[in-house]
């Protein structure tokens, strides 16, 4: 065992209320007057790139829909792999994830684009890796050492991180009214809350679900807006942890194919960040005896989000959300694989940091 844990991704996960309260702490604080941008000393910009793999990847998008929906910044996303023949328009913020900064795909990728008129900020765990020396500034992520392969709380880290920066840049560049600003750096304070209630609540009602699912060939993963993010981070998780298929998709684009998948007992999970639409997409499959996990607000089959924090007006203001979500999505993935007698700390065919192209 690990410090009384089993494994390391146990560990790892339950740390995550601490290590988003440590950057909520070390960074709430810069956020509303602008200084945590402004102190990064970087030229305007007038549009993003965000890059990335895996993982790290799915964090840029979190803090891209942040940036598009909170201040109309236009984000572009990036797979590191396929970026080389991007174009870059000047005045271009790239924002590179990555938790260990050694990834070959994005230094690549790094090294070939044109970033003479853009300005490279580095998201990473590592403060003293490559990409941090690459880049123009760097914003830390201070998860800690993360041991699994898997990626747990070093999301976590990246997006809030990533988030409180957002909001500082769209406060020091005018593109978000102080009020908004003062929702959202509010909300960014109570994930380390949320956080903790996602854990506890996951541990209760998901063992009876795996238990139900063990012997399932496939997983089906919908949301909306970053739901479509954590969506596709579940299914990650899944997928490298119990070795199943697994997909995601915007729970809109269900009827224009993959509702052809769910059949009798397919598992279907469902990130419900409170847009009404998605009732649809439940109805759909429930017709076709698809197994609905409902990861959403109370009455939800895994009622997670948005516990704890005031009802009401907030609800419309969480538009990068929600973050809490993906505590679920990680244990049900570790669950599961556990389960199948998978190593959770090592998958198969994975490494930590992957340093060939
Ligand atoms: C998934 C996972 C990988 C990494 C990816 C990028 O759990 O760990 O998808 O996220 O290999 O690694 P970094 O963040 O080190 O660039």
Known sequence: GVDGHPDFMSKEIAEQPDVAARIVDRLAPHVLDGSLWADLALPRFDRVTVIGCGTSLNAG?????????????????????????AVMEPRTLVLALSQSGETADLLNAIERLDLSRSSLVAITNNEHSTLARQADSVLTCDAGPEIGVAATKTFVAQVITGVAAALSALVASERMLRSDAVRHSDELRLMPE????????????????????????????????TGVVLAAEGALKLKELSYRWAEHQPAGELKHGPLALVDRGTPVLVIDSGDPRIDRSIAEVDARGGRIVRI????????????GRPAGPMAGARRWGPLEAVVPLQIFARDLALALGRDVDKPRNLAKSVTVE
């Open 61 to 85: 998008r979190m803090i891209g829909g942040a940036l598009s929906s909170l201040g109309r910044v236009p984000v572009r996303t990036l797979v590191a792999s396929e970026a080389a023949d």
């Open 194 to 225: 949320l956080l903790a209630h996602a854990i506890a609540v996951s541990h209760e009602v998901l063992p009876s679900i795996v238990a139900g699912v063990l012997d399932e060939p496939g997983f089906l993963f919908l949301g909306q807006g």
């Open 296 to 307: 959403g607000g109370p009455g939800s089959t895994v009622p997670v989000v948005g516990l």
